[in-house]
């Protein structure tokens, strides 16, 4: 028979394990083939790398980059932007501690987290504190990224 402060302990460790983020030894095995590609992606831009980003990118003309002028709407237009913003400052920095990868069926899944932006905008470096959503699918070939979507970081705390 459990007591009430076991059972008030046991609720709060149910509920607080939902709060955290998925670590590598709970998670599914396509949880862990999106983030894997999630830290490709990062990896690839942080490298200024158009050949090493273009094979994560969705081959479809519905995948889609939000910039700062409005969405960017396939493969060869995105890696278009890319040149462009790698030519100046570009980097990424992700709170892997504070990401989350969301099965939202069998072939989507959103990467959800915290991301220092910094680039060149105006000829001048900034830095921007953004929660990023990136959506993925699931095609013959493996996880691909099928959005990114920069969200500005009003919250205090993530």
């Known amino acids: 028979?459990?007591?009430?402060?076991t059972f008030v302990t046991v609720a709060a460790l149910v509920l607080l394990s939902a709060s955290?983020?998925?670590?590598?030894?709970?998670?599914?095995?396509?949880?862990?083939?999106?983030?894997?590609l999630y830290v490709n992606f990062i990896g690839a831009q942080n490298q200024h790398s158009l050949t090493s980003v273009q094979p994560l990118l969705w081959d479809s003309p519905n995948v889609v980059w939000l910039g700062l002028s409005g969405p960017i709407f396939g493969q060869t237009a995105i890696l278009a932007h890319?040149?462009?913003l790698f030519a100046g400052v570009w980097n990424a920095r992700p709170d892997y501690t504070n990401t989350h990868i969301i099965l939202r069926s069998a072939t989507t899944a959103d990467v959800i987290g915290p991301v220092n932006i910094?680039?060149?905008v105006s000829g001048s470096p900034y830095t921007a504190q953004s929660v990023v959503v990136t959506g993925c699918v699931k095609t013959s070939s493996g996880w691909k990224v099928a959005s990114v979507v920069p969200v500005a970081a009003s919250v205090k705390s993530f």
């Not at 590598?24 to 949880?31: E, G, I, K, N, V």
């Open 20 to 36: 955290v983020p998925a670590r590598a030894d709970t998670m599914t095995r396509d949880q862990m083939d999106v983030r894997s």
């Open 82 to 84: 890319l040149k462009k």
């Open 1 to 5: 028979m459990l007591t009430r402060l």
């Open 118 to 120: 910094t680039a060149t």
